[in-house]
């Protein structure tokens, strides 16, 4: 019994001991890029050429991190359930407005312009990257996050419709209604339909910038490849000694697209913002003047009415205390002033690393 309890003993303190190391390794990462910062700090950054080393160093974590991040959503079993949770919701907001209302697809021509640049400059840099075997990895990386920016976008375009046919449904029951004396009961209905659709847009929108917040955030992410891509830009057109054609061959070819890339990604989102900020403005003024219209030409003691007047006081603190709009990192609103902020930055930014390249130099 005694060499039972031994070998018992053995085993179980084996299987701690095991655990224990899991538990290390599980954090193997964090203490690696620790290690790696605290060697960067005291040996690579005292020069031009650490300052190179150390930005491309970060850019490279950045985007494995974000592929990362990118593959786990696509076939990670939660996030496969929050899709199919979105994509749910999504036809159904989509099909209950076509049932009630009739659906009316709008074109953003200033999105799709805006888009269709991007996308040039997409082909390009994949282009390049195709012919080169050891970027094929940021190859994938530019690949995913399009598929997935793609995604958000047309779930973006999808807002901006539903909020234009709730808008349009409201304006028409305001011209239908102005003029007559007494309003049908059945617009009532519409009206309930309305708002409950409204509310159903605004909790969806809320799950999505809860569960997909990461997506934000990556595109955000991507001021670093556009700072370090910049620099290098300006670098080449201020101080290379190459003919005028040779810059323009490898700015297009290596330089200009993942400078211009991420602006222009950041861009598309404040746009949709804007767009959406403005329908939300407007069907709040139509709502105003919807509830006055009730309550002049129904009857007071219509219950139908008193649970209009309900969902219209919650309908108006909900988009008082929470608009609809797009966060992109730390509840930070990504509009178009936003957007001009992003830029600025990074070309400033860019800049003064320059500078500090010049003057090292």
Not at 251 to 263: E, F, N, S, W
Not at 281 to 292: D, Y
């Amino acid at each position: 019994t005694v060499t039972v309890k031994d070998s018992q003993y053995i085993i179980w303190n084996k299987i701690v001991v095991a655990v224990k190391c899991l538990l290390l390794l599980h954090d193997i990462v964090h203490y690696l890029v620790l290690g790696l910062a605290i060697w960067i700090c005291f040996s690579k950054v005292d020069n031009a050429e650490g300052q190179s080393y150390t930005m491309n160093l970060l850019i490279q974590g950045i985007l494995l991190y974000v592929f990362r991040r990118i593959l786990f959503f696509l076939h990670s079993e939660p996030d496969r359930k929050v899709m199919r949770h979105m994509l749910n919701e999504i036809f159904y907001i989509t099909y209950t407005i076509e049932k009630k209302y009739g659906m009316k697809y709008h074109v953003e021509m200033s999105l799709l312009c805006v888009y269709s640049c991007k996308m040039c400059f997409m082909y390009i840099m994949l282009d390049a990257l195709w012919h080169r075997f050891t970027f094929w990895i940021i190859f994938l990386y530019w690949i995913l996050l399009e598929y997935c920016f793609l995604g958000y976008l047309i779930y973006q375009l999808l807002l901006l419709n539903w909020y234009r046919n709730l808008n349009y449904v409201l304006q028409r029951f305001l011209d239908n209604n102005r003029n007559e004396s007494f309003i049908s009961g059945r617009y009532h209905r519409r009206l309930l339909w309305l708002f409950k659709l409204y509310l159903r847009i605004n909790n969806l929108h809320k799950f999505i910038q809860e569960k997909i917040a990461w997506f934000p955030a990556a595109i955000f992410l991507g001021i670093f490849s556009s700072i370090f891509n910049m620099t290098l830009m300006i670098q080449c057109i201020v101080y290379a000694e190459d003919d005028v054609d040779d810059k323009l061959y490898i700015l297009m070819d290596g330089c200009l697209c993942p400078a211009v890339i991420p602006i222009l990604n950041v861009l598309i989102i404040g746009i949709c913002t804007d767009r959406i900020r403005s329908e939300e403005l407007t069907m709040q003024q139509q709502i105003v003047l919807v509830s006055v219209l009730l309550f002049h030409k129904s009857d007071p003691h219509d219950f139908r009415l008193k649970v209009i007047n309900s969902e219209y006081f919650s309908l108006i603190v909900s988009q008082k205390l929470e608009p609809l709009l797009n966060t992109i990192i730390l509840d930070t609103i990504c509009d178009r002033s936003f957007a001009f902020d992003y830029f600025f930055t990074a070309i400033l930014t860019a800049i003064s690393l320059l500078q500090y390249s010049v003057v090292e130099d």
